[in-house]
């Protein structure tokens, strides 16, 4: 198994937006066909509600194998799609063929500094955080939507060890 301790993770972002009065809040994207992690690549990210299953736009990442790493920054990310999800429905976050773990070697502040987290923004404010969701350790993490309606951005970051 290769063990891989960072990876940065953007579901959505677009320019900063102003308010809105649709009575939803789009909070994911989908992206390309998925893809199997590698060492220089971090595992896949999907948001999972009752609208579906869409992955999320891969964004500036740095991955650590055993004898290997890398880095990548991304340029502007445009999503292709959205995902609505209303305020009490429950969503899920899902890494493919990879588990979020805590590093032996991390120190934090709190319990969830060293394995990750998702945090809610208005729709390409990328400075300004509404809220942010541990990630828990293993494959998912389930949020309960509590945002009033609007246009969200999701961005994630998580430590992870792949199951290769």
Request: charged share 20%; proline share 9%.
């Amino acid at each position: 198994m290769r063990l891989i301790p960072l990876v940065a993770l953007i579901l959505l972002i677009a320019g900063c937006g102003g308010e809105t009065k649709q009575p939803v809040q789009p909070v994911g994207v989908s992206g390309p066909k998925p893809q199997h992690a590698t060492s220089t690549r971090p595992p896949s990210l999907f948001l999972e509600s009752r609208a579906g299953r869409q992955q999320a736009v891969l964004g500036s990442y740095c991955v650590q194998g055993q004898l290997e790493g890398g880095c990548a920054d991304s340029g502007p990310i445009r999503p292709t799609q959205l995902t609505v999800a209303r305020s009490g429905e429950p969503v899920k976050f899902l890494l493919e063929n990879a588990r979020v773990r805590h590093p032996t070697d991390c120190v934090g502040a709190t319990k969830h500094a060293c394995t990750g987290s998702v945090t809610v923004r208005p729709l390409g404010c990328v400075r300004r955080s509404l809220r942010s969701i541990p990630l828990e350790l293993g494959r998912e993490t389930e949020w309960v939507v509590d945002l009033p309606p609007g246009a969200y951005q999701l961005d994630a970051v998580a430590y992870f060890k792949t199951d290769d």
